[in-house]
C-alpha cells in the first residue's frame, strides 16, 4: 500500500481521508474483464456489475456486507476496510460493502473494491489503489474509466486511457460456482514464450482493438491467444477450450478467458445475439459438468461514481 | 506468390490483369514506418514518401527506374517487374518506377513497391502482394490504407485496419546512408522472451494506440519496447539507443525503430517541434559518426491511389 495516509486530526488533504468533513461517502465501481484474449495485460473492459462501498466516522471499524463476497471475513483483513484504513491513516470506520460482482471469478472484484473503497476514504487516486491490489493496472482502470480501456505502467504509476467500443455490442459472462485463484492462474503460464507468440499476441490486439471500435470488423481470430489462456486451461480448467468454441458456436463474435478465469466472456454483435448466447450458456456449462451462472451484461460507461 | 495470374488472352478478371483493357495503369504507394516501438509486427504509420509505378503492355519486359532505388537492375529480376508479371502471368510488359522511399532503410520501400506494382497491374488485393513481399502485412496494410494502421494474418490472409491518428503529429526519420538488411535484423532477435516482456509491450502498445489518437496522452515511455530495438542495437546498431534519446532531447514526444532500422523515428507534436527535432537531425548523425538524412514528414492518410 502506498503512503499518504492522513489521520483526520491533520485535516483532510488532496491525496488523504476526507471523512473529517463529511459524514459517509459513497462510491461505486463497476466489474472489469481483462486480457479480452490476445491482449494480456493490457486491455479491460468495465462490465454492468457493480461494488458500492460507503464509508462513514465510527468509533471503531465495522465492516458490513452484502451480495456478493458477503461470505468474507468482516473484520480487518476485509480488503475494503484495510484499503479505507490506508487511505485515512486510522481504522475508526464503518465501512459497508454492496456488491453485485462474483469473487475470485475473473470479474476484477478485487480491483472494483479496492477502487470503491479508496475512493469512499477520500483517495487523490483511486487507480493507484486498485493497481496494487493486482499488480497490473487494466482491472482497476477500467473500474474508475469503464468502457474500453488500455493501461500500462509507467514510471510514476499506472497510466490508462478509454479507447473506443462500439455501443451494439454485448457481452455475456459464463461465470462457473468455483473459484479460480489468480496466483494458480499466474503460476501455470510459462517463463518464456517464442518472440513468435509475442508478436501473434501484438497483431491481434492492434487489429482488436480497431475492431471492438468497429464490430464489422471483429471476427473470432481476433481474440486468439497465445500467451495464456492455453497455459492455463492445460493446467487448471480443461474444459475452457470447449466452453470458449460453444459460446461462438451459439451465436457470439468471439470469446476469451475473463481476466485469469475462470469465468468466460463472449462478445456479442447487439442484444439479440447476446440474449441467446445468454440462453446456451447453462446447457454449455451443464455439458462441461460445472455449474454457475450465464450473465448478459452491457459495458458500463460510467466507470468510478463518487457521492454522498 | 499467390496464383491468380491471368494471361491477357484469357481476358481480364477481377485478381487478374486489367492491361488488357487499358493502354496502361499508374499507382502510387506510400512509405511506411512500422513498429512504433512496442508495436512489433503489429502497428505501422503510412509516411509522406512514395513510390509510384506504372505498368502498360509492351512487347516484352522493359523496366525504367527513376528516383530512390533507381541503382538496381532493371530486369526481370526488379521486384516490381516480378509481381506485375505474377499478376498478370506474363512479361510483355513496360514497367517504371518513381520513388522517394530510401530502399533497404526501414520505411517499408519493398511493400510500397509490391503494392504499386500489384495495383498497377490490377491486383484485386495489393495488400496480399505487399504481404508476400514481407512475410508479416503491417507495412502493406499502410501503403494500401494510409494512416495508422493495425494489422494481422488471419487464416485467409491479412487484415488490417485504420486507426484514428491525431492530426497535429508531425514525424521526423533519420535515415543512414547505409542500409541494414531485414533478414540481418530479424536474425539479432531472440527465439524466446520472457513473457514479462510480452505483456510489458502488449500494455505499452494498448496505450500507444490510444495516445496516438490524442496527443494529450503521449510519453517517451509509451514507445519503450522489450522485444526487437535492444537486441538489434546490440547486434547491428550500437549508435541507435543515443540516436534515440538524442531524438526526444531535440524535442520529440517519443522515438522507436523505424521497421527494422536502420532509419529512427521521432513523433512530434506539431509541425513546429518537428522542424526543430529535424535540424537536430543532422548533428544527432554526425555525433553518431553516421551519414544519413533527417526528413520531416506528415502522415499519408490516401494509402494507395490507383488511375490512368
Do not use: I, K
Request: charged share 15%; hydrophobic share 50%.
Amino acid at each position: 500500500m502506498p503512503a499518504g495516509g492522513h489521520d483526520v486530526d491533520s485535516g483532510p488533504a488532496s491525496s488523504g481521508c476526507l471523512l473529517a468533513t463529511v459524514s459517509g461517502v459513497r462510491a461505486r465501481a463497476p466489474a472489469s474483464s481483462a486480457n479480452l484474449g490476445p491482449a494480456f495485460d493490457a486491455l479491460a473492459l468495465g462490465l454492468s456489475l457493480h461494488v458500492e462501498v460507503v464509508v462513514e466516522p465510527a468509533d471503531r471499524l465495522e465492516v458490513t456486507s452484502e451480495g456478493e463476497g458477503a461470505g468474507l471475513p468482516r473484520d480487518a483483513t476485509h480488503l475494503a476496510a484495510r484499503v479505507a484504513a490506508e487511505v485515512c491513516g486510522h481504522d475508526r470506520l464503518r465501512v459497508h460493502v454492496t456488491s453485485t460482482v462474483p469473487v475470485g471469478r475473473g470479474l476484477g472484484s478485487s480491483a472494483a473494491l479496492a477502487v470503491a473503497a479508496a475512493a469512499a476514504a477520500g483517495a487523490a487516486d483511486p487507480m493507484v489503489w486498485g493497481h496494487l491490489v493486482d499488480g497490473h493496472p487494466e482491472n482497476a482502470a477500467a473500474s474508475v474509466l469503464g468502457g474500453l480501456v488500455a493501461a500500462t505502467v509507467g514510471a510514476e504509476g499506472p497510466v490508462a486511457a478509454r479507447l473506443p467500443l462500439d455501443p451494439a455490442l454485448s457481452f455475456v459472462v459464463l461465470v462457473p460456482n468455483h473459484e479460480l485463484p489468480t496466483t494458480l492462474a499466474r503460476q501455470a503460464l510459462p517463463a518464456e514464450v517464442p518472440l513468435a507468440d509475442a508478436a501473434f499476441n501484438l497483431s491481434r490486439t492492434s487489429m482488436l482493438v480497431a475492431a471492438l471500435a468497429d464490430r464489422r470488423l471483429l471476427s473470432a481470430e481476433l481474440f486468439e491467444d497465445r500467451l495464456h489462456q492455453a497455459f492455463r486451461s492445460a493446467a487448471l480448467y480443461p474444459q475452457a477450450p470447449r466452453l470458449l468454441e460453444g459460446l461462438v458456436a451459439a451465436g457470439a463474435v468471439g470469446s476469451c478467458w475473463s481476466g485469469a478465469g475462470p469465468s468466460l466472456l463472449a462478445v456479442c454483435d447487439g442484444t439479440e445475439a447476446g440474449a441467446q448466447v445468454q440462453a446456451a450458456g447453462p446447457r454449455l456449462l451443464a455439458d462441461a459438468g460445472l455449474s454457475g451462472r450465464s450473465l448478459l451484461l452491457v459495458p458500463d460507461l460510467d466507470g468510478l461514481l463518487v457521492g454522498p
